[in-house]
């Protein structure tokens, strides 16, 4: 797909644990596109949920608090469009599930902020780099146009 193309009807973005990037990327494209995406995340297998994704995304004013990371295989529906996975064992799930079905996979790697250590401000750069990055992607690859400027 490319920034001239129309839209995709659904679109997954998966990543490890669907507790930071995922859950970012799909609330990013959510706030962007409204109703005319149907998004989801999903991860290899759920994590926890992560007060530094949170709290980065409140900060532009994105709430994902109720976020509750799921697995791929937890899916009821693989009727996507499109799977945009986010870390490399994401990949290689989303080209298995992807056999046999018309659906699109790209990968945008992207880093795991958890990665990160040092002090909270420095976890918490971190975090927001992968939002910005993932936001700048999501604005590129999705012609969305009225939304909302974040």
């Not at 679109?11 to 596109?33: D, E, G, Q």
């Not at 996979?105 to 992207?110: A, D, E, F, L, R």
């Not at 958890?114 to 992968?130: C, K, P, Q």
Request: hydrophobic residues 45%; aromatic residues 6%; negative net charge.
């Amino acid at each position: 797909m490319s920034a001239g193309g129309d839209l995709p009807g659904a679109v997954l973005f998966a990543c490890a644990s669907n507790a930071i990037r995922s859950p970012m990327a799909a609330a990013l494209l959510r706030h962007l596109a409204g109703r005319r995406i149907y998004v989801e995340s999903a991860g290899v297998r759920p994590g926890e949920p992560d007060p530094f994704a949170i709290a980065v995304m409140d900060e532009i004013g994105i709430d994902i608090s109720d976020h509750v990371p799921r697995a791929i295989d937890d899916l009821h529906d693989l009727g996507f469009d499109l799977i945009v996975t986010l870390a490399p064992e994401a990949q290689h799930k989303a080209l298995e599930l992807a056999q046999g079905y018309a659906v699109d996979v790209v990968y945008w790697p992207t880093p795991d902020p958890t990665l990160t250590t040092g002090s909270r401000d420095m976890i918490l750069d971190a975090y927001r780099g992968v939002r910005d990055r993932l936001f700048a992607s999501i604005k590129a690859e999705f012609p969305v146009q009225g939304a909302a400027g974040v």
